[in-house]
């Protein structure tokens, strides 16, 4: 058969389900390629496998010819649970080849799915259950690449984190755990473990406010066992949820006194304009080098 791939998102980020729908397919004998709506019609392929993650992006533009289409992903299937991989692609070795600089010696994948949180910002429990379950071992997804990116939502709210852990450890790899870890479940030995990897950088996060009292010990006691500061961690900090911009402020200046790296992340984004106080707190923080020039927002704000 001849199968066409279609990256919605197409947000510099690998398509993870693209590439495990490829890998199968090239693994059964078909021809896969990226899809070409200027030639597509010509010779429509038996195929277009169509993914899309984010709910914000705009859909594909053109018209898509091709025997039998299949459109799925969060930004497709959200908030109906959408539709899963079979477990024969599910559980298959992803083809890095169809994001060569992306994936240049970098691996990616969960080994864990699910979050006990149920937080009502988070499509997570949703989608994937209200308990973190391990899905996957390390040699799923990766064969030998020196970096690991890392998708999981909680990965140690899974009872088999130190197995995992260890996996992470044994693999001699740079990781990133590029979702936010849940500080508030930090226990020193897991921070031990954490020590004990290469790790390149890891993402925590500070979504309420309210969460303050929790928050601020834990960050300070992974600080004091790693020794890590902004280089390797950061701090995802979320806004326009249910926080005030007083709230915000002290959550930012509070991690960058710590030593940490907030890192702003909009609720709702796209329904904002442009102009919106929190668009400008976004690029203000996130823009390491003026972060750590403009020390208060309300000097970059006059800017």
Request: contains cysteine; glycine residues 6%; charged residues 25%.
């Amino acid at each position: 058969m001849k199968i066409g791939l279609i990256d919605v998102d197409s947000h510099n980020f690998p398509n993870l389900p693209l590439m495990k729908i490829s890998a199968w397919h090239k693994q059964n004998g078909d021809e896969v390629g990226w899809y070409d709506p200027l030639t597509a019609w010509l010779n429509p392929p038996d195929k277009v496998y169509m993914s899309k993650i984010f709910t914000f992006t705009e859909d594909y533009p053109h018209p898509v010819s091709g025997k039998e289409i299949i459109r799925g992903g969060t930004g497709y299937d959200y908030p109906s649970g959408g539709r899963m991989l079979p477990e024969e692609i599910e559980h298959i070795c992803p083809d890095y080849s169809l994001y060569p600089d992306l994936c240049k010696d970098t691996a990616y994948g969960f080994l864990t799915r699910g979050c006990p949180r149920g937080c009502d910002f988070c499509i997570v429990a949703a989608k994937e259950g209200k308990c973190s379950v391990k899905v996957a071992d390390l040699s799923e997804f990766w064969n030998g690449q020196n970096n690991i990116v890392l998708l999981d939502p909680n990965m140690f709210a899974c009872c088999g984190w130190k197995d995992l852990s260890q996996q992470l450890i044994d693999s001699k790899a740079w990781i990133n755990f590029s979702q936010g870890c849940d500080i508030r479940i930090m226990t020193e030995e897991k921070a031990e473990c954490i020590k004990q990897m290469k790790v390149k950088r890891i993402h925590f996060a500070w979504d309420q406010y309210k969460d303050r009292d929790k928050i601020i010990p834990k960050l300070k006691m992974f600080k004091e066992l790693t020794g890590w500061n902004r280089d390797k961690v950061a701090v995802y900090v979320l806004v326009n949820f249910n926080t005030t911009l007083e709230q915000d402020l002290e959550r930012i200046y509070t991690l960058r006194d710590m030593g940490y790296q907030p890192y702003v992340m909009i609720y709702e984004k796209d329904r904002l304009p442009k102009n919106h106080v929190v668009r400008k707190l976004q690029r203000w923080v996130n823009m390491r080098a003026v972060f750590g020039t403009v020390k208060k927002f309300e000097e970059y704000a006059r800017l």
